[in-house]
């Protein structure tokens, strides 16, 4: 989804309606506003940077042998692997 919006005096953009209400984004809301690799990151209000920090502690004396990101990986790269070879 790419929108294009034009930047005003002092730096303001207008967040198109689409994309607030997308998004859940009301008025009053902080974003978090992130430059990454020359891109512009803007991110709404409760949003999870890495859902993994919220699983800390859940699974006390349970070992976890791969970061979370690993197994997710392995697991998408099989799911390809079987509709490729379908």
Same mark, same amino acid.
């Given at each position: 989804?790419?929108?294009?919006?034009? &930047?005003?005096q002092?730096g303001?953009?207008?967040? $198109?309606?689409? *994309?607030? +209400?997308?998004?859940a984004?009301?008025? #009053?809301?902080?974003?978090?506003?992130?430059? &990454?690799?020359g891109h512009?990151?803007?991110?709404? $209000?409760?949003? *999870?940077? +890495?859902?993994?920090?919220?699983?800390? #502690?859940?699974?006390?004396?349970?070992?976890?042998?791969?970061?979370?990101k690993?197994?997710?990986r392995k697991?998408a790269?099989?799911?390809i692997?079987?509709?490729?070879?379908?």
């Amino acid at each position: 989804m790419g929108v294009q919006v034009k &930047v005003l005096q002092k730096g303001k953009i207008t967040i $198109p309606l689409e *994309v607030r +209400n997308r998004l859940a984004i009301r008025e #009053g809301d902080t974003l978090t506003l992130e430059v &990454v690799g020359g891109h512009l990151i803007l991110l709404p $209000p409760k949003t *999870v940077q +890495n859902p993994t920090d919220l699983l800390t #502690g859940l699974a006390e004396g349970i070992p976890i042998r791969e970061p979370v990101k690993d197994e997710m990986r392995k697991s998408a790269a099989k799911r390809i692997g079987r509709k490729v070879g379908e």
